[in-house]
Nanobody
Framework: VQLQASGGGLVQAGGSLRLSCTVSGKIIRLDEIAWHRQAPGSQRELVAEMTGGGGVKYADSAKGRFTISRGNAKNVVYLQMNSLKPEDTAVYYC??????????????????WGQGTQVTVSS
């Protein structure tokens, strides 16, 4: 299974970006998918998460500004970020807790990170 994150970039404060995370592979069940971020010198922190049942949870810093959603293709998850602030500058990572099917047909539970995408918000 692979997670491919995209959509980062440079934006002015108050602007918006939409991050995308595409999960590829033989997905049997997606239990959780989330966005985390890590700023220089800081620990990685949860930004938003969505359960397989559609429940969502946001960090306090993201509430009211960020929205996590799944695309029509259920293996794609978005993070819409509005009213961006300089303190949102970080590398954003998608994360999935899922069950996949291996080549030999076995079901495998795994937790996987995608590569990061840089978000830079200028003041």
């Amino acid at each position: 299974v692979q997670l491919q994150a995209s959509g980062g970039g440079l934006v002015q404060a108050g602007g918006s970006l939409r991050l995308s995370c595409t999960v590829s592979g033989k997905i049997i069940r997606l239990d959780e998918i989330a966005w985390h971020r890590q700023a220089p010198g800081s620990q990685r922190e949860l930004v938003a998460e969505m359960t397989g049942g559609g429940g969502v949870k946001y960090a306090d810093s993201a509430k009211g500004r960020f929205t996590i959603s799944r695309g029509n293709a259920k293996n794609v998850v978005y993070l819409q970020m509005n009213s961006l602030k300089p303190e949102d500058t970080a590398v954003y990572y998608c994360y999935a807790n899922l069950v996949t099917q291996s080549d030999d047909g076995n079901y495998v539970a795994q937790k996987t990170w995608g590569q990061g995408t840089q978000v830079t918000v200028s003041s």
